[in-house]
């Protein structure tokens, strides 16, 4: 079975790849999801069977503070049917960043991790790409540190033996495009003088 999520206020489909089921809205818990939340990552299941759906919210269409986007976490022992124990990120008390875009993944040895878009507070700089790591228990979270990846949208695999992939799209560079990037000591370092760019998005306008 493989769970999904959705945005819109949130929905989460169940199913075997062949056949999925209607989405349905996600429960959150009182007082119910803020003004633009946004659900950024597929659900991972934990290595205990339970659901962890990260989320981060941007802000409400009447807000007038500068944007500063802040994430945490939900968790569901009931495949989906529930949500509940909020966890809030590290990365949601910086003062001086905001992180977005991170797609959560489970690694070999059962932590999580996600590469994060970093940002000033209200989205006029870019840094570059950050990477934390979660307990198996998606409870513990590290603050963000950063890759030397200069990128926005990101996917990260754990290849084992301390290898890991990111995947990363360059959107403001002289050579735009879609990056594949290699790290041997567990995110540490990344190689990006032998980086791969999968696509070229030279003279597109969004991709």
Known sequence: MLPA????RG???VSPLSKWTAPRPIAFPPPGPEPGIDLPSPIVELADGRWFLPCVVWKGADDPAPLHIKGYGLFSSDRGQTWGDRTTFPSAADTEKMYSHGR??????NRLCALQWAQAIGGQTNFDLHIEFGDPTASQWTSPRPTGLAGQSSWINDLGGGMMIA???RRSARRPGIYAALSDDEGKTWDTDNQLR???ATGREFF
């Open 198 to 200: 999968l696509w070229d």
């Open 167 to 169: 995947i990363y799209t």
């Open 104 to 109: 959560y993944i489970r690694m070999k040895d």
């Open 5 to 8: 999520a959705m945005t819109d």
């Open 11 to 13: 929905a989460v489909s």
